[in-house]
């Protein structure tokens, strides 16, 4: 059965960085593509049969394309390369665009990016262009060399707005985030991507500042490896649509048990970043291990990321 979405194909080809390609994607059909907002992302799937997210880095304006960038992950599990390996010509299928990391109205914007993180800052950055916001980006790569979307960064209209931080790979080089965040003004908001340690630094310098948890946003892209961790024990998930009581292992997620008693649950990252499994919970504590929810929809316990989470009760109910 072929998922909701749309047919893609593969318009244009370009190396960003020696490890960074974009892709521009276009309707199959030739007809104009679904209206996006600036922080949103799309669901690739890849002919390995592996399904990921990318964040839409091209202006929100745009209708007869999609731009994505992807690193090659040395690490990969399979995405990336086979990112890397579409030709022109290519075609796949994606999800609708949906936003997770959407702009919220500010006095001014700051945007902090850690490499491949840049790409749905790269879409609000042009959003606030055309709304005529103000705007700062800060862009904290290895070397100029190691910069995506260089030649768009020197357009006039980002100038003045756009600063390079290149540490060569030394930590005795990385940017002072203190400095670079500044005190917490009323009506700041900041936006932070890119690998999980430089977003936790940036986040950590920001609460050390004084910003509020409201001023701080993040989008990871990816969490580590989900292993079991000591003391995890098994519980019971109830369904609450069928009344079905389910045992989940130690070492087992909730999807993963589903899925071997033939239930089938909308799934993506399986990691806890994208959101997609995200079901809600009427009953028992979840044990919370995604990055996809913030710290206050943690303290609710009322939704959970079932590819990832577990539970702190002996049984959850959940609305399935």
Not at 159 to 176: I, L, M, Q, T
Not at 214 to 234: C, I, K, M
Request: aromatic share 6%; proline share 6%.
């Amino acid at each position: 059965m072929t998922p909701p979405g749309l047919r893609v194909r593969v318009h244009g080809r370009n190396m960003q960085t020696p490890h960074i390609v974009s892709l521009v994607l276009v309707n199959a059909t030739g007809a104009e593509l679904p209206a996006f907002t600036a922080g949103a992302h799309i669901d690739v799937h890849l002919p390995n049969g592996l399904i990921r997210q990318y964040s839409l880095c091209n202006s929100p304006s745009e209708r007869h394309r999609y731009v994505i960038g992807v690193l090659r992950d040395a690490n990969t599990r399979g995405g990336s390369a086979a990112v890397h390996a579409l030709k022109e010509g290519d075609e796949i299928h994606i999800s609708l665009p949906r936003n997770h990391f959407p702009l919220v109205t500010a006095a001014h914007t700051t945007l902090v990016a850690g490499g491949i993180g840049v790409t749905p800052l790269l879409a609000m950055a042009e959003q606030m262009v055309l709304d005529g916001s103000s705007f700062d980006i800060h862009l904290c790569t290895r070397s100029p060399e190691h910069t995506p979307f260089a030649s768009r960064w020197a357009a006039p209209e980002f100038a003045g707005r756009v600063h390079f931080h290149h540490d060569g790979g030394e930590a005795s080089r990385r940017v002072d985030l203190a400095t670079l965040l500044g005190r917490p003004a009323s009506g700041l908001q900041v936006y932070v991507c890119g690998p999980g340690g430089f977003i936790d630094a940036v986040l950590s310098a920001g609460r050390a500042a004084g910003f509020a948890d409201g001023q701080l946003h993040r989008e990871y892209f990816s969490a580590a490896p989900v292993t079991p961790v000591f003391g995890d024990s098994a519980f019971s998930v109830v369904l609450e649509k069928s009344g079905l009581t389910i045992e989940i292992p130690v070492g087992v997620t909730i999807v993963e048990a589903l899925r071997e008693r033939g239930i089938e649950l909308l799934v993506s990252c399986e990691q806890g970043v994208c959101g997609t499994c995200l079901t809600r919970v009427t009953a028992g504590t979840p044990d919370h291990r995604d990055m996809f929810l913030t710290d206050e929809e943690h303290a609710l316990n009322d939704q959970m990321t079932v590819c990832c989470s577990r539970s702190l009760t002996p049984s959850l109910t959940l609305d399935i």
